[in-house]
């Protein structure tokens, strides 16, 4: 049997540099549970009646212990190989820049079920919908948004969808694909279906059946489609976010489509007189009170006719907002003889103004705290009356408090719009 067993080593041995005892060795190390197993039955053997209990129980500690090692020296291997998978490139060609992820300007990300709104592509009405609110934006604002990717996010609950600004949640909400919205005005009937709240303006909603149609319009309610509510929530999230939405690039592609009209004057204003940069911060600064930019000519003129004021594009606001008076006006509050607004206490004003020294453009807000609590409680009862009335929220304030107005107003009431009456 001892012959045999050894001619059958020999004969099979794996030629490789390893000498005999070191192939044996590394075949004793190679499978633990094979040492195991001969552990188990050596201990077995040893606690039967009549045989050698002293030496079967002492070959089963050692195979026992050379299993558990094996074992250990297993273990330690996997976990090197894992280390190793983790640290190696994922291909076999090295990494480029190409594989740098670009964060999108815009997404809008959509749960599994608001899916069949886009499956058509083109034909689908909400991308024909994005499509409309760009070109809208283009000629109501004056300048052209990034596109608007969309991807499914199968994270997301089931009937949810979000928008990303550059890689950031700027808001989210729900829409019943298969239902309709009835968004219900003040004193309307109570509608049956799932009572939620307008996503974009906040007011309260029903997503009824597609039956109840008829029903919700007789009771007054504003029915609209899915698509409509999404589309909707995410044209007012560009409007809220534009002045994000305007980098240095789309800047840039402005002033170099405005050339082609005025070429005399980008040429010896930019950027001589007004470079990019502070043409791109007095932009954004316009566009953050929902000033649309699209008269470029007035505010490179005016601008460049302030030199002296361009380290801080605060200081020349006033002007620029002066020469583009009639479109915030129309923007604001529309054509007419006349207009209600809500006015300031000129004691009040006049406590802002010593706060922020007399003289001086308001700076972005640096009041006392508590005067500043005082003013946005105020803002808030004066814009809730407003808008009972059905009037726009609009505050007039002098030029020199206008700016530390509106960025209180903004804060407690962000629909409300702080307008000055005069250039100084």
């Known amino acids: 049997l001892i012959i045999s ?15 005999f ?15 195991a197993v001969v552990a188990g039955v050596l201990g077995i ?13 002492a070959f089963a500690i050692l195979f026992g212990g050379l299993a558990y090692l094996a074992h250990q020296k297993t273990i330690k291997r996997e976990a090197e190989a894992v280390i190793a998978a983790r640290a190696a490139p994922t291909g076999s060609e090295e990494l480029e820049w190409k594989d740098v992820p670009i964060v999108e300007p815009l997404c809008l990300e959509l749960a599994y079920r608001l899916i069949p709104l886009v499956d058509r592509g083109d034909e689908s009405d909400l991308i024909k919908r994005i499509k409309a609110i760009r070109r809208k934006f283009v000629t109501e604002v004056g300048f052209l948004i990034p596109s608007v990717h969309i991807r499914d996010n199968l994270q997301l609950p089931a009937e949810n969808y979000r928008v990303l600004l550059y890689g950031a949640e700027v808001g989210r909400g729900q829409c019943l694909p298969d239902r309709l919205l009835a968004i219900q005005p003040a004193g309307t009937e109570v509608i049956s279906g799932i009572a939620v709240k307008d996503p974009t303006f906040g007011m309260p909603a029903v997503w009824i059946e597609r039956n109840q149609r008829d029903d919700a319009i007789t009771k007054g309610c504003t029915v609209v489609e899915p698509a409509v509510v999404l589309a909707t929530h995410l044209d007012h999230l560009i409007r809220e976010h534009s002045n ?11 002033l170099d489509h405005f050339k082609m009209s005025y070429p005399k004057l980008i040429e010896d204003v930019i950027p001589k007189v007004v470079s990019v940069a502070n043409l791109q911060r007095i932009l954004q600064m316009l566009l953050d009170e929902n000033v649309p930019i699209k008269d470029l000519r007035t505010i490179i ?12 594009p605060i200081e020349v606001m006033p002007f620029i907002r002066y020469a583009l008076r009639r479109t915030i006006v129309q923007e604001t509050l529309g054509e007419g003889p006349s207009f209600q607004v809500l006015g300031i206490q000129p004691e009040f004003e006049r406590l802002i103004e010593q706060s922020i020294g007399a003289g001086a453009v308001a700076p972005d807000g640096v009041i006392e705290p508590s005067l500043a609590r005082l003013f946005g409680e105020e803002v808030i009862k004066g814009v809730q009356e407003m808008e009972a009335n059905n009037l726009p929220p609009v505050i007039v304030s002098g030029t020199r408090t206008r700016m530390t107005f509106a960025k209180i107003a903004k804060r407690v009431c962000p629909q409300a719009i702080v307008l000055a009456l005069g250039p100084t």
């Open 301 to 312: 003129e005016i601008a460049s006719g302030h030199p002296d004021k361009l380290s801080n």
């Open 45 to 57: 053997l040893g606690v039967i009646p009549g045989m050698p209990h002293f030496i079967f129980i």
């Open 5 to 19: 067993t050894a001619a059958g080593i020999l004969v099979t041995r794996v030629a490789t540099e390893d000498d």
């Open 244 to 254: 994000e939405l305007l980098g240095r690039q789309e800047t840039q592609d402005l």
């Open 21 to 35: 005892s070191g192939q044996v060795s590394k075949q004793f190390q190679a499978n633990s549970n094979a040492l």
